[in-house]
């Protein structure tokens, strides 16, 4: 199918952006890979009145450590974020999670920040970026706006952003020595989007869980931190059996739904088995010194 007809621009600055969507108005959208929005359009599932494409702004498009964080621009494509040696050092969990989305030639053209705004609830990078306590630069109508990664995600394909707001810039701390982490999705086939996945961070000192993070993809509407999970390990040994028992305990506080690819009650068997897999890898990570 064809989209809707609709106005198009390509401005050359931010600023000239901004105008653009205030111009056009709350039904305007922000063309950033297209790998996502230019399939809704043609299916149909969204007419925007007006596209105001950002590819110009290529000061948007940037990799680079500040303050202590991992800043990327929004526009920065999600294969340039995959091969970069500054994000595998400064968050590994990224470079590990990012190469799940897709295949390569979509993540060629689509972008981390359209990946975000996009607010997919199988989407890794959103699980990721809950797991890391990331934070989200905005620009609109009323200025500069920071969002943390907890308040950015609304619900299925909807986030905090306000009308005529771009996501500028993702930031992440940097990711402390010492710690384990682990990305770990099942999909239908590779580069499929994800039944389950789950982001896990750990820490681990003298064989005893000082902290844990555990965040799921596909199991609600967005991305899912379970902390009765990661609290039911925190004082204990970290090994198999405390590992067995927050999968236990995500189960039971996770309620997916069934859809055409998976029952709700295979999720939650994914989500007993993910969440020990991956915290068995981040331990490893731990031992190593990671
Ligand atoms: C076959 C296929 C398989 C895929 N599999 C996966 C997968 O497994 N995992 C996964 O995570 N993704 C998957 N995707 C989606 C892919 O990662 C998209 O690239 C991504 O979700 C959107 O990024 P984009 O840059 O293409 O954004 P676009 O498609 O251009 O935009 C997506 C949405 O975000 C908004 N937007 C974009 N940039 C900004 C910005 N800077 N500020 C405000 N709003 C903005 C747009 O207005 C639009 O609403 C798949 C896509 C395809 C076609």
New binding site residues.
């Given amino acids: 199918m064809k989209p809707a007809p609709f106005h198009y621009t390509r401005p050359a600055s931010l600023d000239a952006a901004l105008a653009a969507l205030a111009e056009y108005g709350d039904d305007a ?11 809704m359009m043609n299916l149909r599932l969204v007419r925007p009145s007006a596209l105001v494409d ?1 590819n110009r702004l290529a000061a948007l498009s940037y990799i680079r450590e500040s303050d202590g964080a991992l800043a990327i621009g ?2 920065t494509r ?1 294969s340039a974020v995959e091969a970069s040696g500054v994000v595998a050092a400064a968050c590994p969990l990224i470079t590990e999670a990012i190469r ?3 295949h390569k030639p ?1 993540r060629n ?3 981390i ?3 975000l ?2 607010a ?1 609830p199988t ?3 959103p699980a990721v970026a809950v797991a890391l306590d990331a934070s989200f630069t905005t620009q609109g109508p009323s200025g500069q706006r920071t969002i943390t990664a907890d308040d950015f995600f609304l619900g299925a394909l909807s986030t905090a ?1 306000a009308p005529g707001e ?2 500028t810039e993702v930031r992440f701390p940097r990711w402390p020595s010492g710690q384990g982490w682990s990305f770990m999705e099942i999909s239908p086939r590779a ?4 039944l389950v996945g789950v982001a896990a961070t750990l820490e681990v000192q003298a064989g005893v869980c000082r902290s844990a993070r555990l965040v799921y993809s596909g199991v609600g509407d967005r991305s899912t931190r379970v902390a009765a999970a990661e609290q039911a390990l925190v004082g204990q040994p970290a090994n198999q059996d405390s590992f067995r028992q927050a999968g236990e305990i995500a189960a039971t506080q996770i309620d997916p739904s069934s859809d055409f690819h998976a029952s709700a009650d295979y999720r939650r068997d994914l989500v007993r088995a993910l969440t020990r897999r991956a915290l068995l890898q981040a331990l490893e990570r731990c031992q190593k010194g990671a």
């Fill in positions: 959208k922000v063309l950033a890979g297209g790998q996502s929005l230019i399939a950002i929004a526009l999600q799940y989305v897709a979509i053209r689509g972008t920040g359209g990946n705004a996009h997919d989407s890794e990078l952003l771009l996501l580069g499929d989007y994800a």
